[in-house]
């Protein structure tokens, strides 16, 4: 699988706006990604599928073949700064396969969403995100990171629980589609020796299931 993850771009707004309709529908007003991007609490983060491009928002063309998808996996391979770098790709028309965006107040990152395209799903991406948005967090000097998912959703439950989540609250009624509650979860002490070597052992597990290579994060 070829994928990496790097910051959110302006250009890239039309892809991850048509992924959280997808996974959100319910959710309204619908996120104004512009906004975030201009907001100096919000990060957001997309994983790019390097095998795919689009001519133009919305629009997919070919995954690449042969020789041209073997130059692709080198550059993505040995690029400097890959995993959060800031290089764009000389394509300049990267496919978005998921992304995920947090707010940072004081020493806490709130995860606002998580969402990968359904034709993705079940293929490592979503992990992957939450990988970045860990590694990410940390590198910001963050201490807890805290998010909500409905308490029907088993498969965030047990992924989050993984990654060292608990419950830690429950808002009930919380999604305005069919109030549903929602189970609140914590990651604290993010930066500390156990937890960071759990995640190194996730990391290394993903790889070898995935085999989607991580790198670290450009400074």
């Given at each position: 699988m070829s994928c990496y993850v790097r910051l959110m771009r302006k250009e890239d707004i039309d892809q991850v706006t048509k992924i959280d309709r997808e996974a959100f529908p319910a959710m309204w007003p619908p996120v104004n990604y512009q906004r975030e991007l201009q907001n100096s609490l919000a990060h957001y983060i997309v994983a790019c599928d390097e095998e795919r491009t689009v001519e133009k928002p919305g629009v997919e063309v070919a995954p690449q073949r042969g020789f041209s998808r073997l130059k692709s996996?080198?550059?993505?391979?040995?690029?400097?700064?890959?995993?959060?770098?800031?290089?764009?790709?000389?394509s300049g028309r990267q496919y978005i396969s998921g992304f995920a965006g947090f707010w940072i107040m004081a020493d806490e990152a709130h995860i606002?969403?998580?969402?990968?395209?359904?034709?993705?799903?079940?293929?490592?991406?979503?992990?992957?995100?939450?990988i970045a948005t860990i590694d990410l967090a940390t590198q910001l000097n963050t201490r807890i990171i805290t998010l909500e998912v409905r308490a029907s959703n088993t498969a965030a439950l047990g992924l989050y629980g993984k990654y060292g989540f608990t419950q830690v609250g429950l808002r009930r009624g919380y999604y305005a589609d069919n109030k549903e509650d929602a189970i609140l979860m914590s990651a604290e002490n993010i930066t500390s020796a156990p937890f960071q070597a759990n995640l190194q052992q996730l990391k290394q597990s993903h790889f070898r299931k995935w085999g989607i290579p991580l790198c670290e994060i450009a400074r």
């Amino acid at each position: 699988m070829s994928c990496y993850v790097r910051l959110m771009r302006k250009e890239d707004i039309d892809q991850v706006t048509k992924i959280d309709r997808e996974a959100f529908p319910a959710m309204w007003p619908p996120v104004n990604y512009q906004r975030e991007l201009q907001n100096s609490l919000a990060h957001y983060i997309v994983a790019c599928d390097e095998e795919r491009t689009v001519e133009k928002p919305g629009v997919e063309v070919a995954p690449q073949r042969g020789f041209s998808r073997l130059k692709s996996r080198v550059r993505q391979w040995f690029s400097y700064g890959r995993f959060f770098g800031n290089e764009m790709p000389s394509s300049g028309r990267q496919y978005i396969s998921g992304f995920a965006g947090f707010w940072i107040m004081a020493d806490e990152a709130h995860i606002i969403s998580l969402a990968v395209r359904e034709t993705h799903r079940h293929q490592g991406v979503g992990e992957l995100l939450l990988i970045a948005t860990i590694d990410l967090a940390t590198q910001l000097n963050t201490r807890i990171i805290t998010l909500e998912v409905r308490a029907s959703n088993t498969a965030a439950l047990g992924l989050y629980g993984k990654y060292g989540f608990t419950q830690v609250g429950l808002r009930r009624g919380y999604y305005a589609d069919n109030k549903e509650d929602a189970i609140l979860m914590s990651a604290e002490n993010i930066t500390s020796a156990p937890f960071q070597a759990n995640l190194q052992q996730l990391k290394q597990s993903h790889f070898r299931k995935w085999g989607i290579p991580l790198c670290e994060i450009a400074r």
